[in-house]
């Protein structure tokens, strides 16, 4: 620690003699709330499956909220949040505290409950659920009639809650015990402008109605929620806007002006935290966020946002809280650490709710390995050891312990492969596309192929049976053996390539039975640089967990992943076989990435282990290879200055998996979101021949691309049904999708597919709504 070593002799006698050392402080922008064995998930869903009792889903958050107030406590962290927690999102919760609930799901007022809070996340009998985005919130819906009234009160019930805490903790078998008098936390808030900028206009509102228009609305609740807070006895509130890193216009900007200056009577007495997070904050919004009079500490996130790192080099106003991310802290400069250091806070740059939640549970990974990690309860002991440090009292095994894992990373052969480095390196700045262009390969494709017009085709998974799952797990703890499996997915794998035939599809799948249960993981499995945790979970959405694997290492494939089933299915049959690949980037977006190389480095380590993968399929006699990049727009940087550089790297990723290969081998893809048209030039530039896009839920919006006429030459399949509903599509309606698509794609590019994979789905709704989906596509193919 730079900071420490070089502490002035002078500062050092100054605060030890002023009878106590001057601790710099700690802080946690939020943790994780599903708990350390998702404990909060089970609760959630055993209480919508009436196996429980709203009670016992309280005790269970309740006894969660606590074991982490104690945690952070025990940790030494100073300002610890509360009103993290929450029952599905924090966006949900802030509409349930303004009294934001849409007209549809009947509530009369009086403190929302669980009955009308997890209507609007999940729907009920009669009403469905509200919109969630594709980054996992209920986004609010509002209008210009709505009233908004203060109807949860909930952050003052979890700093009331934490307060109450009293109990003890024996902490040294012979000294001291740690007393809880009660735990004085951070409450925290979204902030009011980003609630708006989050939610979008009701049903039957004007699109172009302005949703800051409302902020003198929701202010007031805001006012009240502040006063009630402060008479509780909080003396910090942090506001979350994580909007300011977005690029906002002179208009957005007045608002947080605005809304401060506003709050600024009511938090009077209170320190006021505003969070910034995920990226760096623009110049004109770090202007505008120093420049708030009520606001007295902001909190950058320096990690992902190094820039705003020199605008606070050129000025931070001094009497203001600065919270920096803990490496950082570390970095800071000798100078700048004593302008501002009874004011700087050490804190984590962002929320730690994505991260896993402690190290302490794994089993699987390796003591090593576990050293070069930290989930957020390892977390919460480095920022308290940094703060620490920095004023002086440095935990010298603490550091030595991480100076060594550190070293002990830089120097492990498990992390570096200098093969791959130099292969990856040599990616860099070049180009690599297969040296013929779509429409001449389309045709060398079709030669061998010798494809219907409107070809059908589906995209990988069938429906995941129970039977097959058992047989799965049954393998995994070695209940049968690997001849037993084999023979088992082999039957699985005969049926699903059967049953296409039958309902004459022309590209088939095998239908991914063997253990895909994640896309991701199958292939990390295989690969090397990855490791895999027993409960590294993290909140996807509500009750949903998702369990990333974790980059560790240069990435290599020690041998063949696929090529086994794609060319036991293709002997099945007689038409074209698709091998089924996950892509790089969306191997690179759905893992924990290490940080010590950039991120496209790590993609294109992945994008050559998947390229060999490729290559050996074609060798193995498959021509048509589907590379799914699902992900590839949710990796895309909030800030535009930043996109283009990401999907420069992550679609030439995508290109080098199969540059290499012939003409006539055709190389598919398929995303899952029908929002592209913004990206539509870097979606022609990944150059695949057929790409496959969920499309069924707004056939408007994706086709609109076309009808502005971007011409697009590579074969294209917009789902013509939605799989994520039980629903069975007549064959009249997917033939009346097929000719909306007609009037805007030529006859010879347009595929017919459902809009994703079926594994949700049963095989009695799949057959039916498959049959019709070829019936569409041969009575089209008539009209032609
Ligand atoms: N091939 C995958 C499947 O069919 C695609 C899944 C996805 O798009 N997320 O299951
Ligand atoms: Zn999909």
Redesign the pocket.
């Known amino acids: 620690v730079r900071g420490n070593d070089e502490l002035g002799k002078e500062e050092m006698d100054e605060s030890c003699s002023a009878g106590s050392i001057k601790a710099m402080a700690s802080h946690i922008v939020g943790y994780p709330r599903m708990g350390p064995k998702r404990e909060l998930k089970f609760a959630l869903e055993a209480f919508w499956n009436n196996k429980s009792s709203a009670k016992e889903l309280q005790k269970v958050a309740a006894d969660l909220r606590l074991s982490i107030w104690k945690q952070m406590a025990d940790a030494g962290i100073k300002y610890i949040p509360s009103n993290t927690f929450s029952y599905y999102d924090h966006v949900l919760d802030t509409t349930a505290m303004l009294g934001a609930i849409p007209p549809r799901y009947g509530w009369n007022g009086g403190e929302i409950g669980f009955d009308i809070y997890f209507s609007m996340a999940r729907g009920n009998a009669s009403v469905p659920a509200m919109e969630m985005t594709k980054c996992h919130y209920i986004v609010p819906e509002l209008g210009p009639e709505i009233n908004f009234s203060y109807a949860s009160h909930k952050a003052v019930q979890e700093y009331e809650e934490a307060k109450a805490v009293v109990s003890a903790l024996c902490e040294d078998e012979i000294t001291r015990m740690t007393q809880y008098h009660g735990i004085d936390t951070v409450p925290v808030l979204v902030g009011p402008v980003s609630y708006l900028l989050l939610s979008k206009p009701a049903k039957g509102v004007d699109k172009s109605f302005s949703l800051l228009s409302l902020i003198d609305k929701i202010l007031p609740v805001y006012k009240e929620v502040v006063d009630e807070l402060k008479t509780a006895g909080a003396s910090w509130i942090q506001f979350d806007e994580p909007t300011l890193v977005m690029d906002l216009d002179a208009h957005e900007l007045r608002a947080f002006t605005h809304a401060y200056t506003e709050l600024e009577s009511s938090a009077s007495g209170v320190n006021v935290l505003i969070e910034t997070y995920f990226a760096d904050v623009p110049a004109e919004a770090y202007k505008t966020v120093t420049a708030l009079k009520g606001v007295t500490a902001i909190g950058f996130d320096l990690v992902r946002g190094s820039k705003t790192f020199d605008l606070i080099r050129n000025g931070f106003p001094p009497g203001k809280y600065l919270l920096l991310e803990l490496a950082l802290a570390v970095e800071l400069s000798y100078e700048f650490f004593f302008v501002h250091s009874n004011k700087l806070v050490v804190s984590t740059s962002c929320s730690l709710l994505h991260t896993a939640v402690d190290s302490a549970n794994e089993t699987k990974l390796d003591e090593e390995l576990k050293s070069w990690l930290a989930f957020a309860a390892q977390k919460l002991l480095e920022v308290n050891a940094l703060a620490k440090a920095l004023t002086g009292l440095k935990n010298e095994a603490f550091f030595s312990g991480n100076a060594a894992a550190h070293a002990s990373r830089r120097l492990s052969p498990r992390v570096t492969n200098a093969a791959v480095r130099k292969a990856a390196a040599s990616l860099r700045g070049s180009d690599h596309r297969r040296a013929t262009n779509v429409s001449a390969r389309l045709e060398s494709q079709q030669k061998k192929l010798n494809l219907p017009n409107l070809p059908t085709t ?4 069938f429906p995941q049976t129970l039977g097959l799952r058992k047989i799965r797990r049954e393998y995994k703890v070695n209940k049968i053996s690997e001849e037993e499996y084999v023979e088992a997915i082999k039957e699985e794998i005969r049926k699903v390539v059967k049953l296409q035939e039958e309902l004459d599809i022309d590209v088939l ?1 095998h239908g ?1 039975p063997e253990q ?1 249960n994640d ?1 991701v993981e199958y292939f990390g499995e295989q690969l090397s640089g990855f490791a895999f945790t027993d409960n590294g979970w993290v909140q996807s959405y509500g009750s949903r967990c998702v369990k990333p694997p974790i980059i560790y290492g240069d990435v290599s494939r020690p041998k063949a992943m696929s090529v086994f089933w794609s060319t036991l299915a293709q002997s099945m049959t007689k038409r074209p076989m698709k091998g ?1 690949l ?1 892509g790089p980037v ?1 191997i690179l977006n759905w893992s924990f990435v290490r940080n010590d190389q950039p991120r496209f480095e790590t993609c294109y380590q992945i994008a050559l282990a998947i390229k060999d993968e490729v290559e050996d399929l074609q060798k193995a006699g498959i021509n048509v290879i ?1 590379i ?1 990049e ?2 590839l727009r949710e990796g895309l940087p909030l800030r535009k200055y930043e996109q283009a550089f990401y999907l420069d790297w992550a679609v030439h990723s995508f290109r080098i998996t199969n540059c290499a290969v012939q003409d006539s081998t055709q190389i598919h893809t ?3 979101y029908s929002n592209f048209n913004d990206i539509i030039h870097s979606i022609i530039d990944m150059d695949a021949d057929v790409i496959s896009i ?1 499309n069924s839920r707004s056939d408007e919006k994706l086709l609109s691309v076309f009808h502005e006429g971007v011409k697009y030459r590579a074969g294209i399949g917009p789902g013509v049904y939605d799989i994520h509903s039980p629903r069975i599509p007549s064959t009249e309606e997917i033939a009346e999708r097929i000719n909306k698509m007609l009037a805007v794609l030529d006859s010879n590019i347009l595929w017919v597919n459902p809009d ?4 949700t789905r049963k095989y009695s709704e799949v057959k039916p709504a498959l049959s019709n989906m070829v019936a569409a596509a041969k009575l089209i193919r008539m009209q032609l």
Do not use: A, F, Y
Request: hydrophobic letters at 30%.
């Open positions: 589906v995209l990988g998974s799948v991914e895909r896309m089924m996950t969306t589907q799914d699902p992900s398929h995303m899952c969920e994703c994979g079926l594994k």
